[in-house]
């Protein structure tokens, strides 16, 4: 070691310090995002549970099989499909899966390279597997649990036997998702030589995983307004009782009122004798199912043309009502059946944008006003014209508290990029609030896209305020329909490509916040960009935990 003088211990502590400031938070991350408890009981080998979430809703119902088996007595193995492959499911007798679907027959991204993986084998490979498909989905859209299906179709060619057909469960999932785990667990406990007795006491953490709460409405006011002259409006709810606790991240559903003027003109279109019949029912749009319905109850040539041209009904869909429907598509049917094809009305999800840290009873929200013409008429959305316009200040209403383990604040000093579009940058405007109440020195950039620098004004003057206090934020606008530095997010991201780079390279944790388009092109845009870096692609970033997605 003759000739080794200090300065050489000074150059490879400083290399350890650095290598250790890039790893700390990657390994952090995985600590915190870790399951704490592994499966106890005795181990049933051959057999597993995968699942794909978008929400966390296949998740819970996923460790809610293993826990139902683990009263039992025996372990089974659970993952995410982020971390399975096709080697993964060799041996594997029984295969137990859980699937989401999202928008227009979306599989969740974590899902995608499982998925890729088995279509690339080869036809009869999986002939000594038996499976059970649970899907979730929303009815409302035309690919009503689509991913399950896709699923299903990839198996049975590859020759996997499915043990029961496919639970389909809608928005409501907890009692057909319950159904579901009854009648695996009874699968599984006949697979190691035991009766299934039904213990109508053990009560099931989806019947309890959205807790109800009271909120008074204490402040309404004006954010911006869009092309359509729809306005973006910040809204405060003053949770009541003292039991109402959330986390940056979550959301909350709210149960709305059709807007009158929908309900009289359909009532007198109908000639309904009572409005109230109207009430409950889903008539600010429509779905396939609904059109599909509808004809089925009388011969309508026109509405079965409309059936058979996908790019003439995908854009019917975008913008009518039920009011449309009825007007332009009459068909001779009892008014009962007529009635007895809309869905009930459902709840309204939207992201809480404020920190509990800041105060605890309060939550904000960011809402966009939908009302836009079509078929020369004004056309409005249940759920902004209830909060925005019909709701008045000091009113009480109803929410359900939703969390979003999916999207939450990981525990690490590691840099945060967000990434949203319009009023996606609800969730984030919380993120922002609780890193500045914990002091913390994250490096935050957020990459924002509108179409105005008129609406520029939503919470930036938060924000500036917060960067005067010290907090390390980057700040990124993004105007489509205006003059600006980057047209859209994307942009954004490939004219500063050496700062991700850098950001990445310490640990970034990446969160995108709005539509299901804004959210392709970031993902592409991401792949693009990662080629041939230390993280070619989003992939990588998924699989060590640092990608998060909250997509409409």
Known sequence: MAGIGPLFYIIVALILIGLLVVLQPIISNRKNNKS???????????????????????QLVATELQA???????????????????????????LYIIISTYGEGEMPPQAEDFYNSLKQKQTGSLSALKYSICALGDSSYDYYCESGLQFDKVLSHLGAKAISTIQKCDEDFSESAQQWINTSKKQLLKQVGRSYLSNNSEVSVLSNNKAEYTATLIERSVLANDSDENTIIHLSLKANGNSFQYKAGDTIEVQPKNPASIVSAIATQ????????????????????????????????????????PEKLKAYLHKANVLDLINDYKINAPLTKILGVLPSLRKRVYSIASSPLVSPQQIDLCIKTIRYPFNNAAHEGAGSIYLNETTA?????????????????????????????????????????????????????????????????????EFEQIKTEGYNLQFTPCFSKDESEYSYVQEALKHQKQHLLQLLQQGAMVYLCGSQAMAAGVRDTFNQLLKGSATPSISVLMKSERWFEDIY
Not at 68 to 85: D, R, V
Not at 420 to 426: H, S, V
Not at 441 to 446: A, G, I, K
């Open 68 to 94: 139902a088996m683990e009263k039992s007595g025996y372990a089974l193995e659970c993952h995410s499909m982020l971390n399975a492959s096709t080697e993964s499911i060799e041996g594997i007798k029984y």
């Open 36 to 58: 704490n408890n592994k499966p106890k009981g005795i181990p049933i080998k051959d057999t597993l549970i995968l699942y794909g979430t978008q929400s966390g809703n296949s």
């Open 393 to 461: 200040l000091q009113s009480t209403l109803s929410f359900t508290l939703k969390s979003n383990p999916n999207f939450t604040l990981t525990k690490s000093d590691a840099p945060i990029i967000m990434i949203a579009t319009g009023t996606g940058i609800a969730p984030f405007r919380s993120f922002i609030q609780e890193l500045s109440q914990r002091n913390a020195t994250r490096s935050t950039w957020l990459i924002w896209g509108q179409k105005f620098k008129a609406n520029y004004a939503m919470y930036h003057h």
């Open 270 to 309: 109908l000639k309904l004798k009572d409005a109230k019949e109207l009430q409950d029912k889903e008539l600010t749009n429509v779905s396939k199912n609904t059109l599909v319905a509808y004809s089925v109850l009388g011969k309508n040539q026109q509405l079965k043309a409309l059936l058979s041209k």
